[in-house]
């Protein structure tokens, strides 16, 4: 019903930035909250940022002086700049949303698949 596709990650050095896209398709009728998160092996997956369909924003407390989330409506697409990358902030950042099908009654979430980020030392 909805497609989440990341882009963007890849290697950078610590000190460096990288910009992630995410652009939603499919049958979509409206898209509400749209975030980003971050998991490495063996720890859960942790919010990073999200913004909602009017531009509320709310970060993880340990990012919000170097990531920032913005989103592109007409679109559909959520961006995150993340700059002074740290060796820490390694991790797959996964693009999610809730998102309103046209097909379907009530709102589902949908995730991506998933960009690799990593920060050399």
């Known amino acids: 019903q909805v497609q989440l596709v990341e882009s963007g990650g890849g290697l950078v050095q610590a000190g460096g930035s990288l910009r992630l896209s995410c652009a939603a398709s499919g049958s979509i009728f409206s898209i509400y909250t749209m975030g980003w998160y971050r998991q490495t092996p063996g720890k859960q997956r942790e919010l990073v940022a999200r913004?909602?369909?009017?531009?509320?924003?709310n970060y993880a407390d340990s990012l919000k002086d170097r990531f920032t989330i913005s989103r592109d409506n007409a679109k559909n697409t959520v961006y995150l700049q993340m700059n002074s990358l740290r060796p820490e902030d390694t991790a797959v950042y996964y693009c999610?949303?809730?998102?309103?099908?046209?097909?379907?009654?009530?709102?589902?979430?949908?995730w991506g698949q998933g960009t690799q980020v990593t920060v050399s030392s």
């Open positions: 999610a949303a809730t998102v309103r099908v046209s097909t379907l009654p009530t709102p589902v979430d949908a």
């Open positions: 913004i909602s369909s009017g531009g509320s924003t």
